[in-house]
Structures are given as C-alpha cells and as structure tokens.
C-alpha cells in the first residue's frame, strides 16, 4: 500500500532542464570513439528502373573516403521489412523508388562522404512508374492481398433506406518532420559484437534486423536508446539508417557514424499513407446512417512495411463513434514507386475515421441539418447499439458526456446560428465551425505485441536504478513510469533514475508505439517493484516476527508494526541479510484477442474519447484562412501527470491540424517526391496554433480497465481532434452555396484547394439557381 | 591593416581563427570544433531554428543581440563579436537562465530537440524588447518548428517573462565583452584556405580592389542563400567576397523624397524602419523568412538573388525603386524594373557591385501588399502582389502593380495596369480589367501551388486591394 503522492502530480519533463540547457544529449551529440568514420547513403535518382550500370570508381577516389558498400557487402539478409520482406537495403539490379538506397560510403567527414556519394555514375533502363493510388487501382498492382469485411446486408440495407448519397474522399500523406532526423553510431566490439546506438522507436527489432543482416546471432548486438527527437511513428520500422551504418562498422571495423540530412531523410524514408475512398451511404431522415459501403485504398509504397495493420487499423476506426448496423469494407493495399509509406501518430485510424466524419458531414448538409446533431444521432449507445463491425462489444462508452459537455461548455449552438448571420453579411471573409468527436481503439491490433519488460534495481544506498523497453521520444513515458515508481515505493522522484532503453537489459520488446508505451512499460515496472516488495516484505516479517501485517511505503519511510524506518535503511539490512534487490517485471495485456480471418474479437483493451469544437475563418478571394477558436475536451482517465498528457493533446492536436490543412507531399509524375525540405513542405509554425485554445480534461475520466493509475494514454488520439478544423472549413465553404449544396473537399485543405472548392461550388450553386 | 585571422569572443575570452575554412558553417564549427552539442541541425537551411544561436555586436557604445541560424552562417560571421550558445545561458552554478527556467516551467520542451534553438530565439526576445507581447514573441518564434507540443507551452513561458527579473549574467559582464570586443579592432580580412580565398574588407575602396583582383568571386551579402550552395548542393564556393564589415554600405537614410537603403543594411533594420511610410511594406517582411534570417540577409542580396519569390522585389517594383550600381569607377542608377533579365539574372555585371537602393515616398498614395503561402510564417509565397496607387474622387490616377510568383522574374503587370488608369473603382470594372492579368502573365505550377491557383488569386487580390480602397475598410483575416 502507498499514498497517491507522485501521480497525479504535474511534474515537468525529467529531461526538462537538460533540453533547455543544451546538455540532454540525442544519438548525434554523443562523443564519439577515437577514428569515428561518417557516412553517406547514395540513392536512385530514378522511381522505377533497371540499373544497367553503376560505376563507384570516382566515388572511392573522393576526398576522405575510406570505404564504399553494396548488396554484395551484405553477409546476411538484404532486407529491412520488419513483417514481410519488400525493402531490400541495396537492391541489387531494381529500383523502385526515387530515394531508394544503392550503396553507402564511409568517409573522414560527414561532410566528405556526403560530396563522396554525388559523384556516382549510374546508368538507368527507365520503366513506367506507378505513383498515385488511381493508377495502382486501374494496374491492379497491391502491396498485400486487401481484406473484405461485412456485416449484415448494405445493399439492401442503402436500398431501402429513404436517402442516398455516393461520397468520394481523399485524405493526404504527411511527412513525419521529426525534429531529429534519422541517425544510428555503430561501434565494433570484441567477437565481432556491435553496440548500436540509434534514434529509434524499436530498438529490439533493429537489434534483430542488424543481426540478420549481418548473419549473426540477435545476442551479438546491443541497441541503445537514450531519447529520441521525436518519432511520431517514423522511427518505428525505418531501420536502414541503422543497418546501414552498422554494415559501415561490419565492413571497415571502425565506430562508423550516419545522420541522414533533411533532405535525405524526407526522400528515402515512408511518410503517412494518403487514402483514398469511394463509399455509398443510405440514411433515414434523421440521419441515421442504415448502410455502408465503402472501397478504402491506401498507397502504400513499395513495401508492405506495416501497411496490412495500418489499413487494418482504418477499417477498425472506420465507425469512429457511429453504430453502423449494416456494413461492407472491402480494402486495396496500392503499390506504387514511392518510399514505403509506414507508421504514423494515429496509424490508419486517423484516415479510417476521416472517411466516416466526412460522409457524416455530407448527410448533415443533404438534410440541411446541424452537423453536431447527426452526429449525435449516430452515436454508438450504451445497451444497445454498442458492438462494433468487428465484432468488439464497447463497455467503456463516455462520447455522451464528452459530446454534450464541450457542446454546452464551448456555447457551439448560439456560435452555430451567430456565424450563419455574420456569413450573410460578409462578401469575402466567411467562418465555419464544427465539433467532431474520437473514438479510438487502445492496444496494438497485433495481439502478441502487447507485452513488456522492465528491470528495477535498488543499490545498497537505496536510490532506484530503473529500466524499461519504451523508448523516451518525448512522450514524456520516463517520466510517468518514473513516477509510477516513485509512488511504489513510497520514494521521491529524483530517487528513480531511468537510463536508456537497452536491448541487453530488457530483451524483446514491443515498439514505442500504438500508444501502448506507458500502459505496458508501466505495468511491469510496477511487477518488478512489486517483486522486490515482495522479498522485502517476507524479510521485514521474518527478522521482525511479524504476520499479516501491512507494511507502508510512504515519503521515503516503510512503516509497519507503528515503526517507521527509513528507505535506506531496511534496504541496507536487507542487503546484509543477502535479500535480492533486483527483479525484472512482466506484463502482458489481458482480454484480448482477434480472428484476422474472420477479421473480428476483441483486439482492444479500451477505448480512448475525446471531442472537439473549431471556429475558422477562410478568405474567398484566396483560401487563406485562420483558426479562430478550439475548445478541446479529452479522456486522459486518471491522468499520471496532466502537465504531459495536456501537452500531448495539443500537440497532437496542432499535428493533425497541418495533416489537415497545410502539410502536402508533392510527388511530380515521374515519381521524384518534389516536397524535400522545410522551405517546401511545411508543418505548423506559431502562427496556425489556434488563437483561442482551450483544452481541458474531462475531469470524470477513469479507465474502466486495469491500466496503471487507471489512466487513459494520450499519444494518438488527439491528433484526430483536428477533423473539427477540416469540417469547419468545410462549413466556411458551404456558406457561398447558402448551405444548400455540399462542398467538395479533400484534405489537406490547403489554400489552393478551398479556393478550388470555393470556386466548384459557386459554379453549381449559380448553375442551378 | 589586413587580417587573415578572426577574433570574436567566446566565454569571456577572445578567441583567434586563422585562415578558417570560408566554406565552413557556423554550426560545424560550432558542434565539431568547439564541440558543444546544444545547438542543432534540423534542416541546414535556415528553415527549423533548431541551429539557432545568438550574436552579440557592439553598436553605438553597447550591445546589441540577434539571433541567427548557425547552420546557413559561416564561420567568418563570427569576426568581431560575441557568440553565445545555449550552454552559455545557464549559470556557472548550473542555475538556469529565466528564459531556461520558464521553459521548463511551462512544460515548453517534449522531445527537446528543437527547444535549445527556441531558447536562444526568447533569450533574443529578452534581449530586444522590455516587454512580450503576442506580437513580438510570436515573432522572434516564426522561425522555430516544433514538432512536438503545438506551440502554446512556449508562448506562456515566453509570456511569463513579463514578471520577472530582466537581470542574468549578460546584464552584469555588459561592459566586461563591450571592452573586449573594442579591442578587436575593424580590419580587412583576407583569408586563403587551400584553393579558397574570402575577403571582407571594410571600406568601399577596398573592396573595389579586391573585385578588380578577383573578379570571379561570389558576393556574401547575409548569405542566406549563397551558403545553401555548401549546405545543399554540397559545393565549394572558391571565392567570396563578404559585404557585410562595409558601414558605408550598411545604412538607411531618408532624403529629400526618397528612402535610400545601403546594400548590406540587414532586412530586420529596413523592416523596422519602412514602417513607418508602408506599413504593408513592413508587414509582408515580417512574414518574410524569419527573424533569424532578417537578421542577417540584405536587401541588396534579395535584388542580386533576382528570385522570382522573393518578397521584397514585387513591393520595391511597384514603389519604382531604383539600384544603384557601382562598378570600379562609376555609380549608375538603374530602375529596378530594368534590372532582371531572366530567371536569377540580372544586369548587375562583372566588377560592379550593388551600393544601394532608391525608394520614392509617394505621399498621396495608396500602398498595399498581399502575401499568399500555405503557411503564414517563414513560407515562400505562392503570389505576392503590391499596389501603388493614386485615387482622387473613387478614380484611380495612377497605378503600378507587380507580381512575384507569377512568371520566372518578379515583373509588373503593364497589361492591367493601363487598362486601369482613369477607370472608376467599381467590381464591375474589376471582373473586367483583372482579365487583362492573363496577358501579363503565364505563371507555371509547382509544389507550392498551381499555375490556375496563381492567377486565380492574382486576380482576386487585385480585386481584393481595389475593393479595400472602395470600402475604406480592410479586407484580412488577422
């Protein structure tokens, strides 16, 4: 038993003060080993062809160059896909993608081996390349074989109903602009082992991908993994940085260093999968959704990376709060000559849930009705109406109460009616408002991925040496676990150290991902204190002769019997008295399962809720337009630290707002990604957070689960709070046709495509009229 | 006196480079060399802020800060002032700086990396300002991504900085750097490294030699952009010549009725001071680049750049600035609108050098600037257009109108711009006249917008302006 003191507790960042000093030191900062080479990746200036040629003389004659590598070089497996093969490291006489790698270079200088790679002579046979997910769908060319899910009869279903509409969507790709780029540094051991320090999000299985590469045993390399810059999901399977550098290490048996440049890192690695949709809906006059069917196709890229479980995840969310009683899925994994589309925050879901929202949208202005109410119409309930098209049955339903809520807290029905006046009198500045809600689903759908290990030491003078396999990306899950711990064992934070995540220290984990990190890491930190409590427990009761009696962990003191003891000195009498002090811990996530075949069960612990409203205002002389007000409100369950989890949700919030508005990937026909760089792609900067932004967090969350604090994660999920700015948008737009005809939108809604979609619905609302 | 050494002060100390690699940056220099790993790479090209680390100069007897972006800096920038890194803000004690500390306070970092480069960027602020307010801080921030938190934590901490103490360890060795960086004294520098040569001399006649004996060099005027050429397209640059140590080509004077900017005035100085005749002038360089980039690049070194987005040259070209050009034995005056030839080609020729530039104050007329880019800070237009107009009795005068982003250089839209003069301003005669664009210009399309998108808008904000005037009341969304 311990006093809640730590949880709860709004404690900054345990890196806080070193990030704002400088001294918090990411994998390019740490000292490297005497005679650290650098190196470079040379990449296909083609998105398909067959290399007929490919001349490195000039490149070993470079400046500094001290090694140059190819598929030859490789001992092992040629590949990096983590589930299925399809990213070969150096393809050997194909390329697929503009940005593919060929061959590498180690050199004196990051800089030389850089200019070193410029200089290759490549001779290419150009084939005709595949880019967009239309072209893929007319060639029939998939990545994996897409499934078909149904329950029910929707034909008959949208037959039947009173209204009709067909609804073709797209949502676009997103580049993950990590601060931090890709970078791992490779150092040679003795027994040719490696220790591999990388920036990345999955240190177990980039242990395993180097082992195979090189044909070696997993126990011969060890990943290290202080923080991360960021990863959003695009360092969760991107491993060929790090094998690549480790292959450097392997073939000139020096430290070998590899940081890919902006630019390098936005053209060979997968960014978000763009999704496109043709669906067909059948609604009663209140809206109420009576059938779906919906084609949902995705480019993937070249791979299938981890594409089969991000399409999988969007069908999951493709219902996002709404009972859909008859439904028909059927999926296309598009293959195309792009870099292989991966994780990214929201994986699948986001886009999943895009397709629904937008149909909704859609219904509410085919029945000239408030959007908010449709919405509400179609909410999954809590007796009935309450199991999903995969079968799951939702026991934790809060989207009510959120909903209804933030609708009286934000005074979205006065607003509703306000802008429609301020529209009929204003020529060119329109506004638009929307509240959207989230339902997303909380466990990795891969069921044998939810599980962890952790590893606790307590050292003779009582302070906590703490271990665990999520990895610290900003996320702020050291922080939590620490304190999770803290409150364990009755100790203060600055007590708990946690180190890098270490392959050596907890074996096989799971990747940073999913949002899953906290729930499944904390959880067995908390095993393997509780072990060692256990030992404690069992010597306190033999030297001190006591039974069933409860012993207190609390401000640094274990209290039992009405003694009280310090810490450190029941720690020091357990030492002398050969009590083992060190455990590791376990966790696996109870309850669930799930039939990929029969593609239903339970593949979710819970359900994360949220919902938001957003006020904008376009320009229809440009499209510009201006997030005016965002009122949030979130289910963070009994949140462990609700400094960091309020930082996660506007964070992500801010993240899916530029998925959604300013952030476009650009590829030209021939397939060479043209979006490279910061000058021209661009994420949110100061000025597009949302002049007013008020966040709260709903305040009666608990997780009905056995999750750690009885906490909600907050990782994913807000990043689909932003679907309000998109439908406000949209509602700006609606207001030129006099809400009478539905806007054609896809996101991102840049600028240039409002104005499009301005312009399309002026045409057809003055045609008709 | 010549000099192929740079001094600058680090740590309270003077520290002396000789003949360093012109071609190194900032940033190399600063996590190879001297090995502090605070300050980042995000990008390496002045487009995240994460490199950003701050300048102290002294200027009329004391100190003035800016932050820059070490990764498009050179090395040679540092000659004859302070470098302050984020290592350099906290105390000796390991106390942290306030900016530091609001920080942490606010929960302003998550994954940490971009937060030394927004550190810095507040510890400018601090420096520039007495007090913080929306504008300013969002500001000295538009050049700093963040990928992380959504950008409110760190503008409560920077908020937050309005009640607290302004004095740190930069207040109170004040005079302790202002005497050591008198000692280093202004002197030509001329470095040679292997096959590379810089020169940055400090009077126009010195730097009229160097042009005649190395006529092939690359100007360095801020060096925004010249520098990508390293950090991109990972060339040597063999010669340049820096305009930056010349003060008689860093001023900015009003005469008679004209503004005349020196060729290396930094863009942030001419911002603050064209505010206060064209106001849109101001607000369009305030969404130009950023604070870090302001700092540093020039005027002079957006017209020789001659791009076709760059956001100055539209403004200057429809307020009939005039280049003046130097060449070894004469100053010729040149209206801008004759100056670009083609894309990124301009008039200026060999050994001739800009000196200046000539702006008119038109006092009776209406000046208006429009900027459209996806993002609204620190993006490259899609169109930017500026009005120069007369209006008497609702009739327009006279008009000159230019675009960038509409056709491969910065240009002026003749077509339109005779159809009309003594026209009324009515919508009518708008839809007509803004056809006339089309004859004017054949924009292409890019990643950044379509080639209908751009003349859709150019003509929209034609209409737009127009419109403004007509209802005496603004038409934008801030």
New interface residues.
């Given amino acids: 038993m311990s006093k809640n003191i730590f949880v709860n507790e709004k404690r900054?960042?345990d890196?806080?003060?070193?990030?704002?000093?400088?001294?918090?030191?990411?994998t390019?900062?740490i000292?490297e080993p005497k005679g650290t080479l650098h190196g470079a990746i040379g990449w296909s200036k083609k998105s398909h062809a067959l290399i007929k040629k490919i001349d490195l003389s000039e490149v070993w004659k470079s400046e500094g160059v001290i090694s140059v590598i190819g598929y030859k070089d490789i001992p092992g497996r040629n590949d990096v896909g983590p589930v299925f093969d399809g990213d070969p490291i150096f393809s050997p006489n194909k390329v697929e993608y503009y940005g593919q790698p060929l061959f590498a270079v180690a050199a004196i200088s990051t800089?030389l081996a850089?200019?070193a790679v410029?200089k290759a002579k490549v001779i290419y046979k150009v084939l005709k390349p595949i880019v967009t997910i239309k072209e893929a769908l007319k060639k029939k060319k998939f990545v994996l074989k897409g499934i078909k899910i149904q329950r029910g009869n929707p034909s008959n279903a949208i037959r039947k109903s009173k209204n009709q509409l067909k609804v073709n969507f797209t949502t676009g790709s997103q580049e993950?602009?990590?601060?931090?780029?890709q970078v791992a540094l490779a150092i040679p051991k003795e027994d040719n082992d490696f220790l591999v320090y990388s920036s990345t999000q999955h240190p177990s299985e980039t242990q395993q991908i180097i082992a195979k590469m090189l044909n070696q045993k997993s126990n011969s390399v060890t990943v290290l993994v202080r923080?991360?810059?960021?990863?959003?999901g695009g360092k969760e399977t991107n491993f060929m940085t790090s094998a690549i550098c480790s292959l450097l290490a392997y073939k000139t048996r020096k430290p070998v260093k590899l940081r890919l440049?902006?630019?390098d890192d936005i053209i060979i690695t997968g960014k978000r999968h763009d999704f496109y949709s043709e669906s067909e809906v059948g609604f009663n006059s209140l809206g109420i959704i009576e059938g779906l069917k919906i084609k949902l196709s995705s480019r993937c890229g070249i791979s299938p990376d981890l594409s089969g479980a991000i399409n999988g995840r969007a069908i999951m969310h493709i219902d996002n709060a709404y009972y859909i009683p008859h439904i028909r899925v059927q999926n296309y994994l598009c293959k195309t000559n792009t870099a292989s589309n991966t994780a990214f925050r929201g994986f699948g879901g986001n886009q999943g849930m895009m397709v629904i929202e937008n149909i909704i949208d859609n219904i509410s202005r085919y029945l000239n009705k408030d959007p908010c109410q449709i919405r509400k119409n179609n909410f999954y309930q809590k007796k009935k109406k309450n199991i999903t098209h995969y079968g799951m049955k939702i026991e934790d339903n809060v989207i009510q109460e959120i909903f209804n809520k933030l609708v009286k807290k934000s005074n979205y029905k006065k607003r509703y009616s306000k802008i429609k006046k301020f529209n009929q009198k204003s020529k060119?500045?329109k506004k638009g408002i929307a509240i959207t809600p989230v339902k997303f689903g909380i466990s990795f759908t891969t069921t044998h991925l939810n599980q962890a290990g952790a590893l606790v030491h307590i050292y003779t003078d009582g302070s906590v040496h703490l271990n665990h396999g999520g990895v610290e990306?900003?996320?702020?899950t050291n922080t939590k676990i620490a304190q999770l711990v803290a409150n364990e064992l009755g100790l203060s934070f600055e007590k708990i150290k946690i180190s890098s995540t270490n392959t050596s220290k907890v074996p096989n984990t799971s990747a940073s991902a999913a949002s899953s990190t906290t729930d499944l890491n904390g959880a067995a930190a908390l095993d393997a204190v509780s072990k060692i409590k256990q030992n404690l427990e069992k010597f306190i009761k033999k030297k001190y002769n006591i039974k069933n009696i409860k012993i207190v962990y609390e401000k640094g003191l274990i209290k039992f019997n009405k003694k009280s003891f310090k810490f450190e000195t029941i720690i020091k009498e357990a030492y002398l008295n050969r009590i083992s002090l060190s455990s590791s811990g376990f966790y696996s996530t109870p309850k669930i399962y799930f039939d990929k075949k029969t593609f239903s069960g339970r593949p979710f612990l819970y359900f994360c809720y949220g919902a938001a409203v957003t006020e904008v205002?376009i320009?229809i002389?440009?499209?510009?337009?201006?997030v005016e007000r965002v009122d949030i409100l979130h289910d963070a369950g009994k949140a462990i630290n609700p400094?960091?989890e309020?930082?996660q949700i506007?964070?992500?919030?801010?993240?899916g707002q530029g998925w959604l508005t300013?952030e476009?990937v650009?590829w030209k026909t021939n397939g060479q990604i043209?979006?490279v760089?910061?000058?021209?792609y661009?994420?949110?900067?100061?000025?597009?957070?949302p002049k007013k932004?008020n966040v709260e967090i709903f305040k009666q969350g608990k997780n009905k689960e056995n999750v750690v604090n009885k906490a909600k994660t907050t990782g994913e999920p807000p990043l689909m709070l932003a679907m309000s700015v998109f439908y406000a948008i949209k509602d700006a737009i609606a207001s030129v046709g006099k809400y009478k005809k539905i806007p054609i939108l896809d996101a991102p809604a840049?600028?240039?495509k409002i104005?499009?979609s301005l312009?399309e619905l002026k045409n057809r609302f003055n045609h008709i009229r | 006196m010549t000099s192929s050494a740079i001094q600058f002060i680090w740590n309270n100390k003077i520290l002396k480079i000789d003949n360093p690699d012109p071609n190194e940056t900032l940033l190399n220099f600063i996590r190879l060399k001297i090995k502090k790993t605070g300050t980042k790479e995000g990008c390496a090209e002045g487009g995240c802020g994460a490199c950003t680390v701050v300048l102290a100069e002294l200027k009329k007897n004391t100190l003035t800060y800016k932050a820059i972006n070490a990764c498009i800096s050179f090395v040679t920038i540092l000659q004859g002032k302070q470098l302050i890194l984020v290592e350099d803000l906290s105390n000796n004690d390991g106390s942290l700086h306030p900016v530091q500390k609001a920080m942490v306070d606010y929960h302003g970092s998550q994954c940490g990396f971009c937060t030394p480069g927004f550190v810095m960027s507040l510890f400018a602020l601090t420096k520039d300002y007495s007090s913080y307010t929306e504008e300013n801080i969002k500001d000295s921030i538009s050049g700093n991504l963040c990928r992380c938190t959504g950008y409110r934590p760190i503008m409560d901490a920077a908020k937050s900085l309005n009640n607290k103490n302004r004095s740190d360890k930069f207040v109170k060795n004040k005079k302790k750097i202002i005497n050591l960086l008198k000692k280093i004294k202004s002197e030509n520098i001329n470095i040679k490294n292997k096959n590379k040569k810089y020169f940055a001399p400090t009077t126009v006649t010195e730097l009229k030699k160097i042009i005649k004996d190395y006529p092939n060099s690359n100007f360095l005027s801020g060096g925004t952009d010249l520098s990508l050429i390293v950090t991109k397209d990972r060339k040597d640059i063999d010669n340049i010549i820096s305009l930056n140590s010349i003060n008689e080509l860093n001023f900015i004077e009003k005469k008679n009725e004209n503004i005349i900017v020196g060729a290396s005035t930094p863009l942030r100085e001419f911002e603050l001071f064209i505010k206060k005749y064209y106001p849109d002038f101001a607000s369009i360089l305030n969404r130009y680049g950023s604070v870090q980039i302001r700092n540093v690049a020039t005027i002079a070194g957006n017209i020789a750049t001659a791009s076709p987005i760059g956001d100055t040259l539209p403004l200057l070209l429809s307020l009939d600035a005039k280049v003046v050009l130097q060449s070894l034995n004469k100053k010729t005056i040149l209206p801008l609108k004759n100056f670009f030839v083609s894309y990124r080609k301009t008039k200026l020729k060999k050994r001739q050098f800009i000196h200046s530039i000539i702006i008119p104050i038109f006092k009776k007329n209406i000046f208006k600037a429009y900027k459209i880019s996806k993002r609204i800070d620190d993006d490259i237009s899609s169109v930017c257009a500026s009005f120069n107009l007369e209006v008497k009795n609702k009739k327009i005068k006279n008009i000159k109108i230019a675009y960038g982003g509409m056709a491969s250089i910065p240009k002026r839209a003749i077509n339109c711009e005779k159809n009309l003069i003594n026209t009324n301003i009515s919508e009518e005669n708008i839809e007509k006249t803004k056809k006339t664009l089309e004859k004017d210009f054949k924009p292409i399309s890019d990643m950044r917008a379509s080639k209908n998108y751009r003349m859709e808008i150019a003509k929209n904000l034609l209409m737009k302006c127009l419109m403004e005037i007509k209802n005496n009341k603004l038409l934008r969304l801030n």
């Fill in positions: 900054p960042h890196s806080a003060s070193k990030h704002v000093s400088g001294y918090a030191d990411y390019d900062d000292s800089e850089r200019k410029l993950h602009f990590y601060l931090e780029g923080r991360v810059g960021g990863g959003f440049d902006r630019d060119y500045l990306m900003g996320q702020g205002t320009d002389l440009t499209g510009e337009n201006i400094a960091l309020l930082g506007e964070g992500g919030f801010v993240q300013i476009e650009n043209t979006t760089s910061p000058s021209t661009k994420i949110p900067a100061v000025s597009d957070m932004f840049t600028p240039e104005l499009m312009n």
